[in-house]
């Protein structure tokens, strides 16, 4: 950076001021990122655990009753219902199980937990109803397809 002086004239400030400013900010820079990563490491962590605990929990629910709801959406609505019933199931939230108690981990924990319970209940629902829908209207359009069809002839 020049200062232009009267007459044309240049003067350059003092460039030991101007790196050690530089180096400074680069610094504080540098120790405010590690310490926001070396703590974000440790809460990436926990919070990477809770949520693999909250998928495992989801994984233990039966949710057997939405393979029923699909092939219901199936019989009623047609072909539509495993998709209708499939959407149902993934905006139905979840609940946690009541003889599961959360008070053992920290509120980021708990926000991770939740997360990793809520989207794998979902995905499993939307998985069975769908399962359930498609396999009974597979089933019903092959009885209609079989019974529309005409009889062999007879030589």
Sequence with gaps: MNVILEKGVEEQP?????IRAALKRVLVFGCSLILLTSSGLASAEECTTAKKQGKDLASQ??????????????????PLGPGITGIVAAAKPPTLPPEHSLESLTSEQQVCFVKGY???????????????????NIVLRTATALLQADPLPED
């Design 14 to 18: 003092n460039m030991a001021i101007q």
């Design 118 to 136: 809520n989207r794998k209940i979902r995905t499993r629902r939307v998985l069975r109803a769908m399962v359930g829908g498609m396999s009974v």
């Design 61 to 78: 629910q039966k949710e057997t009753r939405w393979l029923l709801y699909g092939a219901g959406g199936a019989v009623v609505l047609g």
